[in-house]
């Protein structure tokens, strides 16, 4: 099992040149389980996962690992506990599969060091869980859009890090991977005690896998907490301006977010003439 370990912003206000995208946010991630970060395009989810990740310098407050700084600790100390995928991580040209997902296991390498058995076994592990072995060969160049997200996927699980940052680990991937992927992630929160925070734009994917919700409204905390205190219709109107109906979901037993467009109603009740029943 890993170490707990805590994670929090204090009085956190970010932005880019002139403009602020989080303001004065205060906010603690459990230790331990999966929390996910939901909320409408532009909202500050991606900025604050730079931030919490030592990626994003902010304006005003700070982001503290088990009581430190995150902008004062030394680079390879932060990187053995917290491991980041970014939104859209970039390879060297040319590096295959194995070498990228390798480069997971530097921060446990000091500078005399060689590598080890142990890094074989790491590096091999990531592959297996997330089915790319058959690609370890191959130019990262050469892979589809999905192959190349469980590519980097597994050199974040390489790694081995106490805590995991994912922005946005489902892009590029059928619905299939999706769910294998999330399944992973559950898994090695379930066996190792990883702490899991990803943002998710799919909210019903969201309350599925999340134990825990960070919902972000125009920079701010709007809610936190358990999906169904989080995902109601009153929150899916008031921060993405758009009707729905939960239910609870047959297979999770989780809330479950219906939209109503304008071509659709709720069974029963009777459809305007700009918006027919169809």
């Known amino acids: 099992m890993t170490t707990s370990h805590s994670l929090a912003a204090e009085h956190l206000t970010l932005g880019y040149a002139d403009r602020t995208v989080i303001e004065s946010l205060d906010l603690a991630v459990s230790a331990g389980r999966v929390t996910v ?3 409408a395009n532009a909202c500050g989810k991606s900025t604050l996962l730079r931030a919490m990740s030592r990626l994003l310098t902010p304006r005003e407050g700070r982001v503290v690992l088990d009581g430190k700084e995150v902008h004062r600790l030394p680079a390879r100390q932060l990187a053995r506990t ?13 590096i295959t ?9 530097h921060p446990h390498q000091g500078l005399m060091s060689r590598w080890s058995d142990e890094d074989d076994a790491a590096v091999a592990a990531a592959l297996e869980a997330t089915g790319t072995v058959e690609l370890a060969d191959r130019s990262v160049d050469e892979l589809s859009g999905g192959q190349r997200q469980r590519v980097w ?9 106490d805590l995991l940052l994912l922005d946005e680990p489902t892009t590029f991937l059928d619905a299939s991977h999706q769910v294998e992927v999330l399944d992973l ?20 994917l969201a309350a599925r896998y999340a134990d825990h919700l960070i919902a972000l409204a125009a920079g701010r905390l709007h809610s936190t907490g358990a999906p169904d205190t989080v995902l109601t219709t009153e929150f899916v109107r008031t921060v993405f301006g758009l009707d729905s109906h939960i ?3 047959p297979v999770s ?3 479950l977010m219906l939209p109503i467009g304008r071509h659709h109603v709720l069974p ?3 459809a305007t003439a700009d918006e027919p029943h169809v």
């Not at 917290?82 to 040319?94: D, K, Y």
């Open 37 to 39: 970060i939901v909320g």
């Open 82 to 94: 917290l491991g980041l995928l970014p939104q859209a991580p970039v390879a060297p040209e040319g």
């Open 97 to 105: 599969v194995a070498d990228l997902v390798g480069r997971g296991r």
């Open 153 to 161: 996927i597994a050199m974040a699980l390489a790694q081995q890090t």
């Open 185 to 204: 992630l559950t898994d090695l929160n379930r066996t190792r005690g990883t702490t899991i925070v990803m943002v998710l734009h799919d909210l019903n």
């Open 247 to 249: 239910i609870e979901d």
């Open 253 to 255: 037993g989780r809330p």
């Open 268 to 270: 029963g009740v009777a």
